[in-house]
Protein backbone atom coordinates (compact mmCIF):
# COMPACT_ATOMS: atom_id res chain seq x y z
CA UNK A 1 0.00 0.00 0.00
CA UNK A 2 1.62 3.27 -0.81
CA UNK A 3 -0.18 7.18 0.44
CA UNK A 4 0.72 10.19 -1.19
CA UNK A 5 -0.12 13.89 -0.26
CA UNK A 6 -0.97 16.45 -3.01
CA UNK A 7 -0.84 20.45 -1.84
CA UNK A 8 -3.21 22.05 -4.40
CA UNK A 9 -0.45 25.46 -4.62
CA UNK A 10 -2.84 28.47 -6.13
CA UNK A 11 -5.79 26.47 -6.25
CA UNK A 12 -8.62 27.96 -4.77
CA UNK A 13 -10.49 24.69 -3.24
CA UNK A 14 -13.99 25.59 -3.42
CA UNK A 15 -13.71 26.18 -7.49
CA UNK A 16 -11.71 22.80 -8.04
CA UNK A 17 -13.89 20.38 -6.20
CA UNK A 18 -16.82 21.71 -7.94
CA UNK A 19 -20.42 22.88 -5.82
CA UNK A 20 -21.29 20.44 -3.64
CA UNK A 21 -17.84 18.30 -4.58
CA UNK A 22 -19.04 17.70 -7.83
CA UNK A 23 -15.61 17.56 -9.36
CA UNK A 24 -13.96 16.05 -6.89
CA UNK A 25 -17.01 12.89 -6.47
CA UNK A 26 -16.62 12.78 -10.32
CA UNK A 27 -12.75 12.50 -10.52
CA UNK A 28 -12.06 9.98 -7.42
CA UNK A 29 -15.10 7.20 -8.83
CA UNK A 30 -12.15 7.11 -11.93
CA UNK A 31 -10.04 5.11 -9.61
CA UNK A 32 -12.53 3.07 -7.50
CA UNK A 33 -9.76 0.83 -6.10
CA UNK A 34 -8.37 4.36 -4.25
CA UNK A 35 -9.26 6.01 -1.22
CA UNK A 36 -9.04 9.36 -1.98
CA UNK A 37 -9.54 12.42 0.65
CA UNK A 38 -9.71 15.87 0.06
CA UNK A 39 -8.68 18.41 2.97
CA UNK A 40 -8.96 21.99 2.36
CA UNK A 41 -5.72 22.64 0.12
CA UNK A 42 -4.66 19.12 0.23
CA UNK A 43 -5.82 15.18 -1.37
CA UNK A 44 -4.58 12.19 0.57
CA UNK A 45 -4.08 9.09 -1.67
CA UNK A 46 -4.17 5.43 -0.19
CA UNK A 47 -4.14 2.27 -2.49
CA UNK A 48 -1.39 0.46 -4.70
CA UNK A 49 1.40 2.44 -5.56
CA UNK A 50 0.82 1.90 -9.76
CA UNK A 51 -2.65 3.52 -9.15
CA UNK A 52 -1.59 5.98 -6.86
CA UNK A 53 1.17 7.31 -9.47
CA UNK A 54 -1.50 6.90 -11.82
CA UNK A 55 -3.67 9.33 -10.31
CA UNK A 56 -0.88 11.83 -9.32
CA UNK A 57 -0.04 12.17 -13.28
CA UNK A 58 -3.77 12.62 -14.09
CA UNK A 59 -4.05 15.50 -10.99
CA UNK A 60 -1.09 17.15 -12.20
CA UNK A 61 -2.45 17.55 -15.99
CA UNK A 62 -6.06 18.94 -14.17
CA UNK A 63 -4.16 21.61 -12.33
CA UNK A 64 -2.08 22.61 -14.94
CA UNK A 65 -5.42 22.93 -16.88
CA UNK A 66 -7.31 24.91 -13.73
CA UNK A 67 -4.15 27.52 -13.93
CA UNK A 68 -4.79 28.01 -17.33
CA UNK A 69 -8.44 28.61 -17.18
CA UNK A 70 -9.53 29.88 -13.44
CA UNK A 71 -12.11 26.69 -12.92
CA UNK A 72 -12.72 23.01 -14.06
CA UNK A 73 -14.93 21.66 -16.09
CA UNK A 74 -16.37 18.54 -17.17
CA UNK A 75 -14.87 18.62 -20.06
CA UNK A 76 -11.34 18.41 -18.74
CA UNK A 77 -11.74 15.41 -16.13
CA UNK A 78 -12.93 13.61 -19.29
CA UNK A 79 -10.56 13.94 -21.43
CA UNK A 80 -7.52 13.77 -18.67
CA UNK A 81 -9.68 10.77 -16.78
CA UNK A 82 -11.43 9.07 -19.46
CA UNK A 83 -9.11 9.93 -22.80
CA UNK A 84 -5.77 9.29 -20.99
CA UNK A 85 -5.10 13.26 -22.31
CA UNK A 86 -1.79 14.84 -21.06
CA UNK A 87 -3.00 17.95 -21.87
CA UNK A 88 -6.23 19.41 -22.28
CA UNK A 89 -6.98 20.77 -25.58
CA UNK A 90 -9.62 24.00 -24.87
CA UNK A 91 -12.37 24.16 -26.68
CA UNK A 92 -11.90 28.17 -27.86
CA UNK A 93 -9.44 27.17 -30.68
CA UNK A 94 -8.04 30.85 -29.66
CA UNK A 95 -4.06 31.53 -30.04
CA UNK A 96 -4.81 35.11 -28.46
CA UNK A 97 -6.10 34.30 -25.27
CA UNK A 98 -3.92 36.29 -22.55
CA UNK A 99 -6.11 34.47 -19.47
CA UNK A 100 -9.29 32.73 -18.61
CA UNK A 101 -11.53 35.15 -15.93
CA UNK A 102 -13.19 34.18 -12.73
CA UNK A 103 -15.90 32.85 -14.60
CA UNK A 104 -13.87 31.10 -17.35
CA UNK A 105 -14.34 34.04 -19.28
CA UNK A 106 -11.76 34.67 -22.44
CA UNK A 107 -9.52 37.50 -21.79
CA UNK A 108 -7.85 38.23 -24.80
CA UNK A 109 -6.37 41.64 -26.72
CA UNK A 110 -9.24 42.39 -29.19
CA UNK A 111 -8.39 45.41 -31.01
CA UNK A 112 -5.12 46.18 -33.52
CA UNK A 113 -3.21 48.17 -30.90
CA UNK A 114 -4.44 45.95 -27.81
CA UNK A 115 -3.12 42.98 -30.11
CA UNK A 116 0.01 45.11 -31.09
CA UNK A 117 0.92 45.77 -27.10
CA UNK A 118 0.80 41.75 -26.93
CA UNK A 119 3.19 41.53 -29.70
CA UNK A 120 5.56 44.08 -28.62
CA UNK A 121 5.77 42.69 -25.34
CA UNK A 122 7.61 39.60 -26.30
CA UNK A 123 10.47 41.90 -27.33
CA UNK A 124 10.48 44.51 -25.39
CA UNK A 125 11.24 44.65 -21.45
CA UNK A 126 9.74 48.40 -21.06
CA UNK A 127 6.31 49.58 -23.16
CA UNK A 128 4.22 52.66 -23.66
CA UNK A 129 0.69 52.48 -24.13
CA UNK A 130 -1.19 55.75 -24.68
CA UNK A 131 -4.59 56.48 -25.73
CA UNK A 132 -7.45 57.61 -25.22
CA UNK A 133 -10.64 56.25 -21.71
CA UNK A 134 -11.73 53.37 -22.82
CA UNK A 135 -9.12 52.05 -25.43
CA UNK A 136 -8.10 48.62 -23.07
CA UNK A 137 -4.31 50.08 -22.70
CA UNK A 138 -4.16 48.91 -18.66
CA UNK A 139 -6.48 46.53 -18.86
CA UNK A 140 -4.60 44.44 -21.49
CA UNK A 141 -1.58 45.40 -19.68
CA UNK A 142 -3.25 44.00 -16.55
CA UNK A 143 -4.04 41.21 -18.28
CA UNK A 144 -0.14 40.24 -19.73
CA UNK A 145 0.87 40.53 -16.29
CA UNK A 146 -1.61 38.21 -14.35
CA UNK A 147 -0.31 35.53 -17.70
CA UNK A 148 2.98 36.25 -16.76
CA UNK A 149 2.50 35.81 -13.28
CA UNK A 150 0.57 32.39 -13.49
CA UNK A 151 3.84 31.61 -16.17
CA UNK A 152 5.74 31.80 -13.34
CA UNK A 153 7.98 34.27 -15.53
CA UNK A 154 7.78 36.75 -12.78
CA UNK A 155 7.58 36.83 -9.38
CA UNK A 156 5.22 39.75 -8.37
CA UNK A 157 3.29 41.96 -10.16
CA UNK A 158 3.16 45.78 -9.02
CA UNK A 159 0.85 48.26 -10.32
CA UNK A 160 1.59 51.95 -9.59
CA UNK A 161 -0.30 55.55 -10.40
CA UNK A 162 1.00 58.81 -9.37
CA UNK A 163 -1.63 60.42 -6.15
CA UNK A 164 -2.72 63.22 -8.42
CA UNK A 165 -6.86 63.63 -8.37
CA UNK A 166 -8.31 66.41 -10.73
CA UNK A 167 -9.87 69.02 -8.13
CA UNK A 168 -8.92 67.51 -4.69
CA UNK A 169 -5.80 66.53 -2.82
CA UNK A 170 -4.98 63.04 -0.23
CA UNK A 171 -5.23 65.11 2.57
CA UNK A 172 -8.47 65.97 2.85
CA UNK A 173 -10.20 62.57 2.23
CA UNK A 174 -11.08 60.58 5.30
CA UNK A 175 -9.12 57.64 6.71
CA UNK A 176 -5.44 56.47 6.67
CA UNK A 177 -3.33 56.31 4.17
CA UNK A 178 -4.74 52.97 2.48
CA UNK A 179 -8.09 54.48 2.97
CA UNK A 180 -7.52 57.74 1.25
CA UNK A 181 -5.85 55.78 -1.78
CA UNK A 182 -8.41 53.00 -2.61
CA UNK A 183 -10.69 54.21 -4.34
CA UNK A 184 -7.97 56.30 -6.34
CA UNK A 185 -6.48 53.23 -7.05
CA UNK A 186 -10.20 51.00 -7.37
CA UNK A 187 -9.38 50.55 -11.56
CA UNK A 188 -6.43 48.40 -11.17
CA UNK A 189 -8.52 46.86 -8.16
CA UNK A 190 -11.37 45.86 -10.23
CA UNK A 191 -9.07 44.97 -13.54
CA UNK A 192 -7.26 42.64 -11.46
CA UNK A 193 -10.42 41.08 -9.78
CA UNK A 194 -11.61 39.98 -13.04
CA UNK A 195 -8.76 37.65 -13.43
CA UNK A 196 -7.65 36.64 -10.07
CA UNK A 197 -10.34 34.53 -7.49
CA UNK A 198 -11.34 36.74 -4.57
CA UNK A 199 -9.51 34.63 -1.91
CA UNK A 200 -6.38 33.62 -4.02
CA UNK A 201 -5.72 38.08 -4.88
CA UNK A 202 -6.37 38.38 -0.93
CA UNK A 203 -3.91 36.07 0.01
CA UNK A 204 -1.01 37.34 -3.33
CA UNK A 205 -1.33 40.99 -1.58
CA UNK A 206 -0.64 40.03 1.79
CA UNK A 207 2.02 37.94 0.93
CA UNK A 208 3.57 40.78 -1.43
CA UNK A 209 2.91 38.49 -4.97
CA UNK A 210 0.37 41.48 -5.79
CA UNK A 211 1.00 45.16 -4.43
CA UNK A 212 -0.60 48.77 -5.42
CA UNK A 213 0.97 51.45 -4.65
CA UNK A 214 1.35 55.00 -5.13
CA UNK A 215 3.73 56.18 -6.93
CA UNK A 216 5.87 57.82 -4.49
CA UNK A 217 6.06 54.50 -2.85
CA UNK A 218 8.58 53.35 -5.43
CA UNK A 219 11.13 55.51 -4.66
CA UNK A 220 14.48 53.99 -3.01
CA UNK A 221 13.32 50.54 -4.70
CA UNK A 222 14.97 47.93 -7.17
CA UNK A 223 12.12 45.95 -8.61
CA UNK A 224 13.64 42.44 -9.35
CA UNK A 225 11.80 39.74 -11.18
CA UNK A 226 8.81 42.07 -11.38
CA UNK A 227 5.58 43.16 -14.16
CA UNK A 228 5.62 46.41 -12.94
CA UNK A 229 2.97 48.85 -14.52
CA UNK A 230 2.41 52.47 -14.14
CA UNK A 231 -1.08 54.01 -14.87
CA UNK A 232 -2.63 57.04 -15.25
CA UNK A 233 1.50 58.31 -16.34
CA UNK A 234 0.44 61.49 -17.91
CA UNK A 235 0.04 62.91 -14.42
CA UNK A 236 3.78 62.36 -13.69
CA UNK A 237 6.29 65.28 -13.59
CA UNK A 238 9.68 64.15 -16.46
CA UNK A 239 11.10 63.79 -12.53
CA UNK A 240 8.80 61.30 -11.33
CA UNK A 241 9.28 59.32 -14.81
CA UNK A 242 12.75 59.20 -14.60
CA UNK A 243 12.61 57.93 -10.63
CA UNK A 244 10.25 55.50 -12.07
CA UNK A 245 11.60 53.62 -15.03
CA UNK A 246 15.22 53.61 -12.97
CA UNK A 247 13.67 50.89 -10.83
CA UNK A 248 14.01 48.38 -13.30
CA UNK A 249 15.52 45.50 -11.93
CA UNK A 250 16.83 41.82 -13.48
CA UNK A 251 13.73 40.20 -15.05
CA UNK A 252 11.52 42.87 -14.27
CA UNK A 253 9.03 43.67 -17.39
CA UNK A 254 7.59 47.48 -17.28
CA UNK A 255 4.09 48.94 -18.92
CA UNK A 256 3.98 52.91 -18.56
CA UNK A 257 -0.05 54.00 -19.37
CA UNK A 258 -1.43 57.14 -19.77
CA UNK A 259 -3.94 60.04 -22.05
CA UNK A 260 -2.31 62.48 -22.67
CA UNK A 261 -5.22 64.64 -23.00
CA UNK A 262 -6.36 64.18 -19.31
CA UNK A 263 -3.57 65.72 -17.34
CA UNK A 264 -4.74 66.45 -13.83
CA UNK A 265 -1.33 68.57 -12.87
CA UNK A 266 -1.78 72.15 -12.13
CA UNK A 267 0.46 73.21 -15.43
CA UNK A 268 -0.38 70.17 -18.52
CA UNK A 269 3.35 71.37 -19.62
CA UNK A 270 4.72 70.13 -16.33
CA UNK A 271 3.40 66.23 -17.56
CA UNK A 272 6.65 63.75 -17.99
CA UNK A 273 5.24 61.26 -20.24
CA UNK A 274 5.10 62.83 -23.70
CA UNK A 275 8.38 63.78 -23.22
CA UNK A 276 10.01 60.27 -21.97
CA UNK A 277 8.59 58.74 -24.78
CA UNK A 278 10.29 61.41 -27.10
CA UNK A 279 13.44 61.02 -24.98
CA UNK A 280 13.26 57.10 -25.35
CA UNK A 281 11.53 55.78 -28.68
CA UNK A 282 14.63 54.98 -30.42
CA UNK A 283 15.80 52.87 -27.62
CA UNK A 284 15.87 48.92 -28.63
CA UNK A 285 14.12 47.33 -25.66
CA UNK A 286 11.74 49.87 -25.83
CA UNK A 287 8.40 49.84 -27.55
CA UNK A 288 5.30 52.33 -27.94
CA UNK A 289 2.17 51.94 -28.67
CA UNK A 290 -0.55 54.99 -29.81
CA UNK A 291 -4.28 53.88 -29.19
CA UNK A 292 -6.44 55.68 -30.64
CA UNK A 293 -10.85 56.38 -31.38
CA UNK A 294 -11.22 52.51 -32.78
CA UNK A 295 -9.52 50.89 -29.67
CA UNK A 296 -12.15 51.85 -27.41
CA UNK A 297 -14.45 48.78 -26.15
CA UNK A 298 -16.53 50.47 -23.97
CA UNK A 299 -20.31 51.74 -24.72
CA UNK A 300 -20.57 52.79 -27.75
CA UNK A 301 -21.17 56.56 -27.02
CA UNK A 302 -17.61 56.65 -24.84
CA UNK A 303 -16.22 56.92 -28.46
CA UNK A 304 -18.14 59.52 -29.93
CA UNK A 305 -17.68 61.55 -26.62
CA UNK A 306 -14.25 61.48 -26.73
CA UNK A 307 -14.35 62.57 -30.68
CA UNK A 308 -16.26 65.74 -29.52
CA UNK A 309 -14.10 66.65 -26.97
CA UNK A 310 -11.28 66.49 -29.23
CA UNK A 311 -12.96 68.24 -32.02
CA UNK A 312 -13.45 71.29 -28.99
CA UNK A 313 -9.75 71.24 -28.07
CA UNK A 314 -8.93 72.02 -31.76
CA UNK A 315 -11.30 74.39 -32.08
CA UNK A 316 -10.46 76.42 -28.73
CA UNK A 317 -6.56 76.16 -30.44
CA UNK A 318 -7.78 77.84 -33.89
CA UNK A 319 -9.67 80.25 -31.44
Do not use: W
Not at 95 to 107: A, R, W
Not at 197 to 206: A, G, N
Amino acid sequence: MAEKIIVLENVEPVSFYGVNNVHFNAIAACFPKLKVVARGGEIKIFGAKSEVDDFEGKLVSLIAYYHRRGRITNEAIAQIYHENATEVHDDTGDGDTLVYGNSGSIIKARTANQKKLVALYENNDLLFAVGPAGSGKTYTAIALAVRALKNKEVRKIILTRPAIEAGERLGFLPGDMKEKLDPYLQPLYDALHDMIPVKKLEKFMEEGVVQIAPLAFMRGRTLDHAFVILDEAQNTTLAQMKMFLTRMGKNAKFIVTGDVTQVDLPHRNDSGLAKSMGMLGKIKGIGMVEFNKKDIIRHALVGKIVQAFEKDEKNQQLR
